[in-house]
């Protein structure tokens, strides 16, 4: 189809994974309009761990030169025992990972990420994204489908995206209330720089430390110069969701008490004022997230706990895989089924497997620690279906094409319900 002739895309939300698809959708030759809530552009949060199978899409949005100056390439995934340091288990990275899945593992500030695909849309479309636009909802017919905002106005389009994430009211729309459950952890965040740490306090890998009834994951960023911490702990009450919410050193230094110097390190090192705390909760894969004219990506389709680091590669799969089916089919009800019958058993997969890690990491017992990770044989498991995905070339989900009305896209929730 000629640009002319290509449906008019609207997309909610300008994170990481709106972005992806705004950028591989302008690409292709689509107009793209972006609406984001928040006043300026940016994010917040700290270290992504990308592997190869969101890398190739990055790479294909013409990233690889700026990407390169910025990011770390580990050379490990380690897991290790939370007071001894014992070595359970190494996934190798590095050379391996880029051999064997056709590009590398980077370790990538998320806000740097952010700012590379902003950069990506604006580069070709500076009118792109529209800033202070909250979505509240939409209303979609035969013809089209309207993007309803906080402040009472609507955009008009063809097809709409909800990237609105975890609190989606493009995704409470199309599915009504979908409940979470409480996981029962609460995860801590800080970014320590490295000048303020001994010099070889880690190698260049990504650690896990294990331990019973908490867990807590170690990597650099910004070619080393900062230390990303996440600490992810057993808590008897669930607090809000929100990354954005500081709370006591005391408490994070409290809740790694006894675990090992290196841990200790880092917690002391932190900014005692800059310390985020939020609640972790779970969400079951769903069976259906589009209607005709409206779908959804990342966060808001499929919720995906941090226990496999593949959050935010879900989301950029899903922004090259949608762009590919809207390219490729010339009617938007049938582009939005291939699209979502392409994403749903492998995101789900991601959603179940990532939690289900919660409890391989908590185990008590060393010797059964290492036996349940052996076991397991994670490098072997993860480049033969999670590593080496390529979202540009896999092959579309058709086979449901023509069933609309029959458990499709068109048979989700009334769209024109608020």
């Not at 960023?221 to 709370?247: A, C, I």
């Amino acid at each position: 189809m000629k640009t002319k002739d290509k449906p008019r895309i609207l997309i909610a939300g300008a994170g990481i994974g709106g972005l992806t698809a705004a950028a591989s959708l302008l690409k292709r030759g689509f107009p793209v309009r972006v609406y984001e809530q928040a006043a300026a552009l940016g994010d917040v949060g700290a270290g992504i761990q990308s592997s190869a199978n969101a890398v190739k899409v990055l790479y294909d949005l013409g990233l690889k030169e700026a990407l390169e100056s910025i990011v770390v390439r580990p050379q490990a995934f380690e897991f290790r025992r939370f007071d001894t340091a014992e070595l359970m288990y190494r996934i190798p990275l590095g050379e391996t990972h880029e051999r064997l899945n056709g590009a590398p593992y980077f370790h990538i500030h998320r806000a740097d990420l952010h700012e590379l695909l902003a950069r990506a849309v604006l580069s070709q479309d500076p009118d792109c994204i529209t800033l202070g636009a909250q979505a509240v909802g939409f209303e979609e017919s035969a013809d089209g489908v309207a993007l309803r905002l906080a402040d009472g106005s609507r955009a008009a389009g063809d097809v709409l995206v909800g990237a609105d994430g975890i609190k989606s009211a493009i995704r409470a729309q199309i599915l009504g209330p979908t409940p979470a459950s409480y996981t029962g952890d609460i995860a801590w965040r800080a970014v320590v720089p490295t000048a303020s740490l001994p010099p070889g306090i880690m190698e260049t890998v990504s650690t896990v430390w294990c331990g019973p009834k908490k867990h807590a994951v170690m990597y650099y960023l910004r070619g080393g110069k900062l230390m990303n911490f996440v600490g992810l702990v057993e808590h008897d009450y669930p607090e809000n969701e929100s990354w954005t919410q500081k709370r006591p050193w005391a408490d994070l230094k409290a809740d790694f008490e006894g675990w090992h110097p290196v841990i200790q390190t880092v917690i002391d090192a932190s900014d005692h004022d800059g310390c985020y705390r939020y609640a972790l909760n779970d969400r079951a894969p769903v069976d259906n997230w589009s209607t005709a004219r409206a779908t959804l990506l990342g966060d808001a389709a499929h919720p995906t706990l941090p226990y496999l680091a593949s959050g935010a590669a879900m989301a950029i799969e899903d922004g090259a895989v949608l762009a590919r089916c809207l390219d490729a089919y010339a009617d938007v009800a049938d582009a939005l089924q291939v699209y979502q019958d392409s994403r749903m058993s492998r995101s789900a997969k991601v959603v179940l497997e990532s939690a289900g890690n919660r409890d391989l990491y908590r185990i008590e017992d060393e010797e059964e620690m290492r036996r349940a990770f052996q076991q397991k044989n994670m490098s072997k498991s993860r480049s033969e279906w999670l590593f080496s995905y390529d979202a540009l070339t896999v092959p579309l989900d058709d086979s449901r094409v023509g069933e609309r009305g029959r458990g499709g896209p068109g048979h989700a929730r009334a769209a024109g319900a608020a």
